[in-house]
């Protein structure tokens, strides 16, 4: 239903307009569940990040210098209320050497035996760290990591997409 209603899209150049069509078209169709998504619009000119929230942990920007920056856009998550607005938020301030991770709660919320999850502050070292590797083998040894906390098969799905500026 989520692949419907964002193949429906006419117009994708407002994140915030595209995630509050979703939801309108998702409303009512789904019992006692929910989806959560961010919708990015990554441009050559013009704002070079523009992105919008719905409920989706928030995406992070990994500077070339190591600090990391979530962008906190928020929005409720879609299909619960019918008259949800979606903002855009732009970050304008893009340069070589900057790194946007995008990410599902799978990835925080991985649990080690004795209960501690992988978490914020664990994911914000890892990607300070990691901030010089080529992105494919960033998130490689994200990926990695991250298993390697939780000692065995993850218990959620795990998505992680990274794009960096050059």
Do not use: C
Request: proline share 6%; charged share 25%; glycine share 10%.
């Amino acid at each position: 239903m989520v692949k419907i209603a964002l193949a429906m899209q006419e117009d994708f150049t407002d994140p915030g307009a595209v995630l509050t069509r979703m939801n309108r078209a998702l409303y009512g169709r789904f019992e006692l569940a929910y989806v959560t998504a961010v919708f990015a619009r990554i441009g050559a000119r013009g704002p070079r990040l523009a992105y919008a929230s719905a409920g989706h942990p928030s995406p992070l920007l990994v500077r070339r210098d190591g600090r990391v920056e979530p962008l906190d856009e928020r929005g409720i998550v879609l299909g619960l209320m019918p008259d949800a607005q979606y903002s855009t938020a732009i970050v304008p301030d893009l340069g070589p050497g900057d790194r946007l991770v995008l990410y599902t709660d799978g990835l925080t919320e991985a649990e080690r035996t004795d209960g501690e999850f992988f978490g914020d502050r664990e994911l914000h070292r890892v990607l300070a760290a990691g901030r010089s590797q080529p992105v494919a083998s960033f998130v490689t040894a994200l990926m990695g990591t991250t298993g390697e906390w939780v000692g065995g098969p993850f218990t959620d799905d795990v998505t992680v997409v990274a794009v960096d500026w050059s």
